[in-house]
């Protein structure tokens, strides 16, 4: 499957965004999807993922209650819908696909990547 994460932007803090990742060449309903982020200097680090089975999402901590995934299997589309956004948010966001029936937290469990999208938090 082929990925492509779109969607980022400057946005001030408070502001919000949503990040669309689209994939192609599989069935897409069938892979689960992470979301990672990664700052400057900084490891690519959870930020939230849908399974493929039941669609329940799972968040991290650090975005649980300001973000949101859900998915458009028709259209072979996950969102990321990020509100509240802060400064610390500020991250080249990916997404990424698998085939398990659970939410990895953990990239290396990913075998497919989308590019990155740039995430910028004003403050």
């Known amino acids: 499957v082929q990925l492509q994460a779109s969607g980022g932007g400057l946005v001030q803090a408070g502001g919000s965004l949503r990040l669309t990742c689209s994939g192609s060449?599989?069935?897409?309903?069938?892979?689960?999807i992470g979301w990672f982020r990664q700052a400057p200097g900084k490891e690519r680090e959870f930020v939230g993922g849908?399974?493929?089975?039941?669609?329940?999402?799972s968040y991290a901590d650090s975005v649980k209650g300001r973000f949101a995934i859900s998915r458009d299997n028709p259209k072979n589309i996950v969102y990321l819908q990020m509100n509240n956004l802060r400064p610390e948010d500020t991250a080249v966001y990916y997404c990424?696909?698998?085939?398990?029936?659970?939410?990895?937290?953990?990239?290396?469990?990913?075998?497919?990547w989308g590019q990155g999208t740039q995430v910028t938090v004003s403050s």
């Open positions: 990424a696909a698998n085939r398990a029936f659970w939410i990895g937290i953990v990239a290396s469990q990913y075998g497919y």
């Open positions: 060449g599989d069935t897409f309903s069938r892979y689960t």
């Open positions: 849908i399974k493929w089975t039941d669609g329940g999402p």
